[in-house]
Structure formats: structure tokens, C-alpha cells
């Protein structure tokens, strides 16, 4: 086992602002409290709550570093008090409320999953967030379940990519949104059952189209503003609506008789604020009913770039720019 230095390269903006503020600093390397494993970062996802952070909208929750990153793979190099042994040494994924944009990062070991030999370590760095994510929300709170339609927006974000691969795995129908033909077409080569681009069609009338007017059992929404109304018109008898972003707007005006008449559930989370002990549920579940596929080489991330860590500003300017499909993650080595 190789020593832990003391000081560590990170990404810790002094200041909110323009992905020029991303620059590395130095920084003293996170101690594991009880319960919590040392990571040797080999690679982090970027997700767009980074963005937020960046800009100053979205702080880390009390007692969280301020140094950004939700998800990191790498080498198990120290335990905290309570951790069992035999993780030293364990290559891990894991969920982080903050911390992985840098060259080691502390996890609570509930939210760590062990990547098989099936994952690189960039693609390992890509799953946490997203599967989290997509497992809580469509497949709990919407409770998508086999036999079923979903209808998912922003179909090659990491959300719609991997919403679209575990709808495949359930026998779940998707339908996604995405905003061009090119991103229609990597959609359905993806594995997405329709894609509509809602630049050029109306998604409602497509929706209606698509599934001879019963409309979908459940829909996963990262917009809010005036699509909660449109998606609702999408919706079948009984169906589940399930927020977990607003990009297009923090207010919906919605017609309340019909959620009644039609009996619509509207729900919705965040994930990051949720504490340890939610998070090691999910992941006790996840390692339990998606593990297995990731073992077998089925589950896979897609990763559109990776990006050296000194080049996090670069990786932010990428996504801000909407042109990827997948994940975009840092690599530290």
C-alpha cells in the first residue's frame, strides 16, 4: 500500500463565476471519519449540479467541502473508524455530496459499489450520479415497471442515457426528447424505443402519436416551467410524473381537476441534500438489482470526453455548450 501524501491538486474556486474560476489549487488531503473510506480519484463525473455550483446557485450542504464532484472511481487507499478491513485496496465508485474534483476524495462506505472488471475506471466515475438518480426516481418514485412506457427529457444528457439503458434492462418502453436529428438518431442507436426532436415537432401530439392516445405511465422531468402542463398531457390514467431538475423554470401552473379526474401522481427529489443512511439503501438495492448487469458487461456508461482534471474549465464549457451525448468526465492521472 503506497503512503497518502499530505497535500493533494484540487479544483476549489475561491469565487462563483465563469468556468475560469475552475483552476487547480493545493489542498490538504480529507481524513475518512467513522464509517467513511479514503479514494484515490483515478476519475470523477461532471454533472451539470457542478455547473450550478460553480455559478453560486447550488452550495454544498452543511459541513461538505467546497470543492465540487458528485461521483469518483478509484483505489481505496485509507478507512475511517468502523470500515471493515478489506476495503483498503478495493477499487470503488461511489456517491459523494462533494469533493471529486480532486486527487483524493473521502466517501461514506455505504455509497461505494465495486467496479468490476467489466468497468474502466472513467467509465466507473460515470455510473454513481446518474444510476442514483435515475434508479430513486424513475423506478421508485415513478415506479416504472416492465410492460410500462416512460417518457423521458433531454434523452443524451448522462440522466437520459442511462434512463434509456435501464428502461431496456426492465422491459420499460422509452420515449425521449432531444434537440436535434443527430441527437434523435444517437438516441435510438443508444436503445431508446422513439426519440422526438421538440425543437421541430410538438412532443405532446408525438407522445399521443407514439402510444395510439393512451399516453405514458411515467414521466421523467429535468425541465419544470411550462412543461410539467405538457407533460401532464401526456400522461395516462394513473400516471407518475417525477421532477428532478427546473432548467426551464422553478414555477408550473397546472390543471388541478385533471390530475384529480385522470388520478396523476406529481412527486419529485433532490438527491444530494438526502442523508448517508438514504443513499446506502439505494446503493444496497442498486448492488443488489443493477450490479449484476454491470458485472455481466450489459450496463455500461456512454461517455462522450474525458478531460484531464487542470482542464476542468474546458469540461465545463463542454457541457454548458449542450453539444454532448453521455457523460463527460475528469481524469487525474
Not at 425543437?199 to 405514458?216: L, Y
Request: net charge negative; aromatic share 4%.
Amino acid at each position: 500500500m503506497t503512503s497518502v501524501p499530505q497535500q493533494m491538486t484540487a479544483i476549489d474556486p475561491a469565487m462563483p463565476g465563469g468556468p475560469e474560476v475552475l483552476t487547480l489549487v493545493e489542498r490538504p488531503v480529507p481524513q475518512p471519519g467513522a464509517g467513511e473510506v479514503l479514494i484515490r480519484v483515478a476519475a470523477a463525473g461532471v454533472n451539470r449540479p457542478d455547473i450550478v455550483q460553480r455559478l453560486g446557485a447550488y452550495p454544498p450542504p452543511p459541513g461538505t467541502t467546497t470543492i465540487p464532484g458528485l461521483e469518483v472511481a478509484g483505489e481505496v487507499v485509507a478507512i475511517g473508524e468502523g470500515v471493515p478491513d478489506e476495503m483498503l485496496g478495493q477499487p470503488v465508485c461511489a456517491l459523494i455530496a462533494g469533493g471529486g474534483y480532486a486527487e483524493y476524495a473521502v466517501a461514506p462506505v455505504g455509497q461505494c459499489l465495486t467496479v468490476p472488471a467489466s468497468l474502466t475506471m472513467i467509465e466507473a466515475a460515470a455510473m454513481p450520479e446518474t444510476l442514483f438518480t435515475v434508479w430513486t426516481n424513475l423506478f421508485e418514485r415513478g415506479y416504472a415497471s416492465e410492460g410500462e412506457t416512460a417518457l423521458v427529457h433531454g434523452g443524451t444528457s448522462g440522466i437520459g442515457t442511462m434512463a434509456i439503458s435501464l428502461c431496456n434492462l426492465f422491459g420499460v418502453t422509452v420515449i425521449v426528447t432531444a434537440g436535434s436529428d443527430d441527437k434523435v438518431a444517437a438516441c435510438l442507436a443508444h436503445g431508446a424505443d422513439h426519440a422526438i426532436n421538440y425543437k421541430s415537432e410538438d412532443f405532446v401530439a408525438r407522445v399521443k402519436e407514439i402510444t395510439g392516445g393512451r399516453g405514458v405511465d411515467v414521466v421523467l422531468d429535468m425541465v419544470g416551467g411550462d412543461y410539467v402542463a405538457r407533460n401532464i398531457k401526456c400522461m395516462a390514467d394513473d400516471g407518475r410524473h417525477v421532477s428532478i431538475a427546473a432548467q426551464g423554470g422553478m414555477q408550473a401552473s397546472v390543471p388541478v381537476f385533471e390530475i384529480m379526474r385522470r388520478r396523476l401522481t406529481l412527486t419529485g427529489s433532490t438527491l444530494r441534500a438526502r442523508d448517508t443512511a438514504f443513499k446506502a439503501l439505494v446503493a444496497d438495492e442498486l448492488a443488489r438489482n443493477v450490479w449484476p448487469h454491470v458485472e455481466a458487461g450489459k450496463l455500461k456508461p456512454v461517455i462522450d470526453r474525458t478531460f484531464p482534471l487542470a482542464d476542468a474549465a474546458e469540461a465545463h464549457r463542454y457541457m454548458e455548450s449542450g453539444a454532448h451525448m453521455g457523460k463527460i468526465v475528469l481524469v487525474t492521472a
